[in-house]
């Protein structure tokens, strides 16, 4: 049964017949006492220039926010790991850089916004361009409210090739990029 607005409500009766099922709305008049709903809109008067700087004020916020984060990171990284140390694990002498840069941007990569700066900061240490373009391929697929959202629909067969897909992708792509240069 739905309560509109106009004062009626609709009840659904769903008839079976032995071909298919149909269902057959059906107008009553509602009672003067019942109150008016509010979920169909019709009491809401919501104008639209206040919504859409609502909207928009709350998506720059959120946007504030993730490049926040994504700057405090790069500076982290700039100020607190030793060069040698991002060098010796994904510079370019390093035959594995890519593959443990495509492995490190499943845990550490947050969103598209604070990515950049995060791995402009590693670049910075010394990171290998190869590894980054791994890191920046291998990361959106493989976040974890990604990984979470394809787990729920998904079978755990389609899961697995889904991030060894978006893993063996971002490793052959930043191989791709190294002999490339």
């Given at each position: 049964m739905a309560v509109c607005c106009d004062g009626s409500t609709t009840v659904f009766t769903e008839i079976q017949p032995s071909i298919r099922a149909t269902a057959v709305p059906v107008r009553t008049d509602r009672s003067l006492n019942e109150p008016k709903a509010e979920s169909c809109g019709c009491?809401?008067?919501?104008?639209f220039?206040?919504?859409?700087?609502?909207e928009s004020y709350s998506a720059t916020l959120m946007v504030i926010k993730f490049m926040a984060l994504a700057f405090f990171l790069e500076a982290l990284i700039i100020?607190?790991?030793?060069?040698?140390?991002?060098?010796?694990?994904m510079g370019q002498g390093n035959a594995w850089a890519i593959i443990t840069a495509a492995l490190l941007g499943?845990?550490?990569?947050?969103?598209n916004l604070s990515a950049l700066p995060m791995v402009s900061g590693l670049l910075v240490q010394g990171m290998s361009?190869?590894?980054?373009?791994?890191?920046?391929?291998?990361?959106?697929?493989?976040?974890?409210?990604?990984?979470?959202?394809?787990?729920?629909?998904?079978?755990?067969?389609?899961?697995?090739?889904?991030?060894?897909?978006?893993?063996?992708?971002?490793?052959?792509?930043g191989y791709l990029k190294f002999i490339i240069g």
């Open positions: 009491g809401e008067k919501t104008n220039w206040s919504r859409l700087f609502k100020l607190y790991i030793p060069a040698e140390w991002i060098v010796g694990i499943v845990p550490t990569y947050t969103s361009p190869a590894a980054a373009l791994a890191f920046l391929i291998a990361g959106p697929t493989t976040t974890l409210p990604a990984m979470a959202a394809v787990w729920s629909l998904v079978s755990h067969r389609v899961f697995v090739l889904y991030v060894s897909f978006a893993l063996v992708g971002a490793i052959v792509l």
